[in-house]
């Protein structure tokens, strides 16, 4: 079960595992009636603002919307955990950006273009 502190939402991005692969991650939430835990997949990058996301499946994903609907959450990376405070729009070319060499490329040749900037509190 996961936690709500502060009566924030609490997004688990837990790494795929895999050393070559560290910007893959996944928001599990907790539904509030069924109780049952959902995955969505993430793909996110830190900047100096926070993190960027990028939308692999657009932004009508449960994880986002509740991400979004809570005003924030708090993002666990690696055992840190990090308060997000906004979901704000950023454009695509610098979401690329954000991202490693090899990563850059890939997403450019599978057309992602749905960045989000998840600004941490500081």
Not at 38 to 53: L, M, S
Not at 75 to 94: C, N, Q, W
Not at 99 to 114: D, G, I, S, T
Request: proline share 7%.
């Amino acid at each position: 079960m996961l936690n709500s502190p502060g009566g924030k939402v609490l997004v688990a991005a837990n790494a795929s595992g895999r050393a070559a692969d560290p910007i893959h991650y996944t928001i599990a939430q907790v539904a509030a009636t069924a109780g049952k835990t959902f995955e969505t997949p993430i793909t996110v990058a830190p900047v100096p603002q926070g993190f960027v996301c990028e939308l692999t499946y657009c932004d009508d994903v449960n994880g986002y919307r509740t991400m979004v609907s809570a005003g924030g959450c708090v993002l666990v990376v690696d055992g840190v955990e990090h308060e997000i405070v906004a979901v704000e729009p950023y454009g695509t070319d610098a979401g690329r950006r954000a991202f490693p060499k090899p990563a850059q490329l890939v997403l450019r040749l599978l057309r992602r273009h749905e960045f989000r900037l998840l600004r941490t509190g500081g």
